[in-house]
């Protein structure tokens, strides 16, 4: 400090004033025996050796890159000679030692090469956040302030979302994993520090006089209404995660169908909400509720690989296919979430809307009437929209049916080809082929029957 007061002390070039609070500044000289107890000391010294080292000139080096061959492979080495301390001085930690240093080379000098190994390794995991650099990154993402910051990251303590372990570093806990996957399976914002971070610039707008608060806070609180009611609306769908982790039905459940991603079996938990779980990949795949189902012939969705399973609403209900997978993560635009693969747009799947679709639904005008190719042998088309109840029953004596690309010239519905049991077929001269339109072919429309 003396030398600095003789020579002068250097402006800190970083930094700015948020405007909450001065810096930490040591206020008074003193020594170990006053401050009481080492590790009180330690933080004292280490104020003190900051603060001094923040106001004293730079610490200056030379800096020498080498490059030298060996065959015909180029390397460089690099170092660092000191020339004046500067601030290392007072903070000795940050100075450079002497293994960064390089000896006296000249251009054209040669080096002896002592060994050369390959080192064959793998990259490791990245390890929990400190408490420092979660700091850190909220700063970065404009999350809180100086003085809030520390409570926020107290509450997810106290909350047993985190735990924190030796060297300050803050380790999730199982709830606050599942929490995090549930706010991800509903609405990503929740979780994702970009929400936070705009309603902190709206607030700094207001502060700024550039915005008004009653504005800033009803469009705040409309945002959050609105999440609030959708999470609401949705939250079942976070059941299953929690049941899975928190309660013994990941052991329960029967091996059902195939993973797409691992290959494993999963298993089918019927219990409310239904659902199949991998334990291998620790991922959990809602199905539809009331529904019985079953393994289909253990086909597989050309998509993701996942076994196709039939889930049947009774007897003289709906029938239809799945994919766990597109169920729960729809492949395309236009098919919802919670559709099974009658609904699907994939142009060359056996078991898409596109292979098995007949005729726009007549009842709900919103779904599509799909063959239900396991309905055999009392075959019937059904609704694709879950919310319709609507079934049409085709023919109890057809041997096969399928759908033609061809379409009828009086309503535009696909046309079916049907081949009927030789004993029991309906056509004359007990042929037992016939093609045309459910609805307008007379021999057809004679044969069907709505049914809800």
């Not at 402006?11 to 009481?36: F, N, V, W, Y």
């Not at 190994?117 to 302030?145: A, C, F, N, Q, V």
Request: charged fraction near 20%; aromatic fraction near 8%; proline fraction near 6%.
């Amino acid at each position: 400090v003396s030398s600095l007061l003789s020579t002068g002390f250097t402006k800190p070039r970083k930094g700015s004033d948020a405007g909450d609070h001065p810096p930490i500044t040591p206020m008074l000289c003193a020594t170990e025996q006053e401050i009481g107890g080492h590790d009180s000391w330690r933080l004292y010294e280490y104020i003190v050796r900051h603060f001094i080292a923040t106001l004293s000139p730079d610490c200056t080096y030379m800096h020498t890159v080498v490059q030298f061959k060996i065959a015909d492979e180029t390397f460089t080495c690099t170092g660092s000679l000191p020339l004046k301390a500067g601030f290392t001085e007072v903070m000795p930690w940050q100075s450079i030692n002497d293994h960064q240093t390089l000896p006296t080379l000249q251009t054209g000098d040669e080096c002896s090469v002592e060994r050369a190994e390959l080192l064959d390794r793998k990259t490791s995991p990245p390890d929990y956040l400190t408490e420092s650099e979660l700091i850190t990154l909220m700063e970065k993402h404009g999350i809180g302030t100086d003085a809030s910051i520390p409570t926020h990251i107290n509450n997810i303590g106290q909350r047993n979302y985190v735990t924190v372990i030796s060297g300050r570093k803050l380790q999730p806990t199982n709830l606050g994993i599942m929490l995090v996957h549930g706010y991800n399976k509903i609405d990503a914002d929740l979780v994702q520090p970009t929400m936070r971070s705009a309603v902190e610039k709206q607030l700094n707008l207001i502060a700024q006089g550039k915005a008004k608060y009653t504005d800033v806070l009803k469009h705040a609180v409309t945002i959050f209404q609105q999440k609030f009611h959708y999470f609401v609306a949705n939250v079942t769908s976070v059941d299953s995660l929690f049941e899975v982790t928190f309660t013994p039905l990941s052991e329960s459940g029967k091996p059902i169908s195939r993973c797409g991603k691992c290959r494993r079996f999963m298993k089918y938990i019927a219990a409310a909400p239904p659902r199949l779980y991998c334990n291998t990949c620790d991922e959990t795949y809602d199905l539809p509720f009331k529904t019985n189902v079953k393994l289909y012939k253990e086909l597989k969705c050309p998509l993701d690989e996942f076994e196709l399973l039939v889930c049947s609403t009774g007897s003289n209900g709906k029938t239809y296919t799945l994919c766990p997978y597109c169920f729960n993560h729809p492949p395309f635009r236009d098919m919802k979430k919670g559709s099974g693969c009658n609904s699907c747009s994939h142009p060359d799947c056996e078991h898409s809307r596109s292979a098995l679709g007949v005729a726009p639904c007549m009842v709900c005008e919103s779904g599509i009437l799909v063959l239900d190719p396991t309905s055999s042998p009392k075959w019937k088309l059904a609704c694709n929209d879950n919310k319709c109840p609507t079934v049409v029953t085709l023919f109890q004596d057809a041997h096969r049916i399928s759908v033609n690309d061809e379409t009828c010239e009086k309503c535009g519905a696909y046309e079916l080809a049907v081949n009927f049991h030789k004993d029991k077929t309906p056509l004359e001269n007990k042929e037992t082929k016939h093609n045309g339109c459910i609805f307008c072919d007379p021999i057809f429309s004679s044969l069907i029957k709505l049914k809800q």
